[in-house]
């Protein structure tokens, strides 16, 4: 629990007054959550470079930062104002999926706070995030991530953005059901799903024959559905595709593995004044296309044909 020599020095200079004019360790503790909160400290997830010393500099100058910024220098005062104390990292928030009953954890939601340990009361949680910006604790990270969203703009009481979510939950259920199936793919399970296509007593030569047979036809029925996919009827699909040709015009080629969400964030990134434009699209053509919403198809062509990127200057 004790600091690095030579350290610091205005940090523990600012903890030891402190100390002179606290009654107890509890008020020191107070102390610090209030330097944090009336000293114009600011929530951000681009905080400025920190190349000399990390503390002082975030103590006392820049004053920007995320949790772990405050947890980190907030543990580093009560360490030397003579306090046991210690940064915490866990995770703080979720978001709740109706679809399979659970609550999804994702790396954005990764937190972290300090603990002091306080005579007669042992480890005690003190938050200093919490007094910097209030809401990263009430709403989640998700209201700073949602900033940079291509769906920021929508309206969050609309029908397009509820059935956007919906859609969004279904697909969440469905890659959790996958893990799980996956992860759990026992020996045992193995056999009761051989057993349930009825090959119970198949030898390893016979399986190996019968699954590539499988393997074959499954890759057949595969070419066939893509050669299909190329000249689909959907009209949502038409519609994105001409949206996708359109974005690849402006040198915005969609790639293989990206998905319509990461594709319209990846857009979003790189040309901010195509945001409204292709967050409507994008979240219209996801809704129409996985969340079976009853809105009319020509909605979504509409606004394709409007869509008219420019190449910057």
Not at 101 to 124: F, N, S, T
Not at 185 to 195: E, G, W
């Amino acid at each position: 629990m004790a600091l690095p020599r030579q350290r610091h020095p205005r940090a523990v200079a600012l903890a030891q007054r402190w100390v002179k004019e606290a009654q107890s360790p509890r008020a020191v503790v107070l102390r610090g959550l209030a330097y944090f909160k009336t000293q114009g400290f600011a929530y951000t997830l681009l905080p400025p470079a920190l190349p000399g010393d990390s503390v002082d500099q975030f103590l006392f100058e820049t004053r920007a930062g995320f949790c772990e910024h405050f947890a980190a220098s907030f543990t580093v005062l009560m360490r030397a104002a003579g306090i046991p104390a210690r940064v915490v990292t866990g995770y703080q928030g979720g978001e709740y999926n109706p679809v399979s009953d659970y609550l999804l954890i994702r790396q954005r939601d990764a937190h972290a706070w300090a603990e002091v340990y306080l005579p007669h009361e042992g480890w005690v949680r003190v938050d200093p995030t919490s007094v910097v910006a209030p809401s990263r604790l009430s709403l989640g990270i998700e209201s700073f991530a949602d900033m940079r969203s291509p769906l920021r703009i929508l309206d969050r009481n609309g029908s397009v953005f509820r059935a956007w979510r919906g859609a969004a939950a279904w697909w969440e259920a469905v890659n959790f059901e996958w893990a799980q199936w996956v992860l759990g793919y026992s020996t045992q399970r193995q056999q009761d799903f051989l057993a349930e296509l009825g090959w119970e007593d198949v030898e390893a030569g016979d399986l190996l024959f019968g699954l590539t047979g499988e393997v074959a036809l499954i890759l057949g029925g595969l070419a066939r559905v893509t050669l299909k996919s190329r000249n689909s009827t959907d009209p949502v699909v038409r519609a994105y595709a001409e949206f996708c040709r359109k974005l690849a015009h402006v040198q915005l080629l969609r790639a293989p593995h990206e998905g319509p969400l990461s594709y319209a964030q990846r857009v979003v990134l790189t040309r901010p004044d195509l945001g409204s434009d292709v967050a409507h699209i994008t979240a219209l053509y996801t809704t129409l296309r996985y969340a079976g919403a009853r809105i009319a198809p020509s909605l979504l062509r509409n606004l394709v044909r409007k869509f008219s990127p420019r190449r910057h200057q």
